[in-house]
């Protein structure tokens, strides 16, 4: 679109089925690359990946065409399907239904940043439960605490 600027930043998160510590520190670079590839092919621009053996955080730019709920599907279906066609889990592995999506401020940028890097820091003293749902109350999102934490 000819004379449309924009900056758009979605910090976006989600977890392993169940909960799951699927994630294996022996593998989850190659997710991260292969994650960073499909964003990359929508057209969209990965800032970070990072996360836990049991969810991941995203800091993704993006374009005003894009639609966000599509861009996750998109990555969590591919994903998945390359970590079961490659066997990195003995069960089959899925994500979460749902996901979280908090948009970003330019000036914010660097601080998300640094939180999404320091993931495993911080799990050192917050459970992925407790960070959850200080994002929803922090953006004050309405949720019903029975449905957050589901088995689906």
């Known amino acids: 679109m000819a004379n449309t600027y924009t900056k758009l930043y979605f910090h976006i998160v989600f977890a ?6 699927l994630i294996s ?8 690359k292969y994650i960073t590839g499909i964003i990359s092919n929508k057209n969209q621009k990965l ?8 969810h991941i955080h995203l ?3 993006t374009k005003p065409n894009c639609n966000l709920s599509d861009l996750v599907r998109d990555i969590k279906a591919n994903s998945s399907k390359w970590i079961n066609e490659k066997r990195f889990v003995r069960e089959k592995f899925e994500w979460q239904r749902g ?3 908090f948009t970003v401020s ?5 601080n998300v940043m640094k939180y999404i890097k320091g993931q495993k820091k911080h799990h050192n003293q917050k459970t992925f439960r407790e960070e959850y749902i200080e994002f929803l109350k922090t953006y004050e999102i309405d949720f019903d ?3 957050v934490f589901t088995n689906d």
Request: aromatic share 12%; hydrophobic share 35%; net charge negative.
């Open 59 to 61: 800091l993704i730019g």
């Open 99 to 101: 996901f979280g999506a």
């Open 145 to 147: 605490d029975k449905y």
């Open 16 to 21: 392993v089925r169940g909960r799951s510590n």
């Open 25 to 32: 520190i022996n593998w989850e670079e190659e997710l991260y």
């Open 106 to 110: 330019q000036s914010g940028v660097s």
């Open 47 to 54: 800032m970070i990946v990072n996360g836990m053996p049991n």
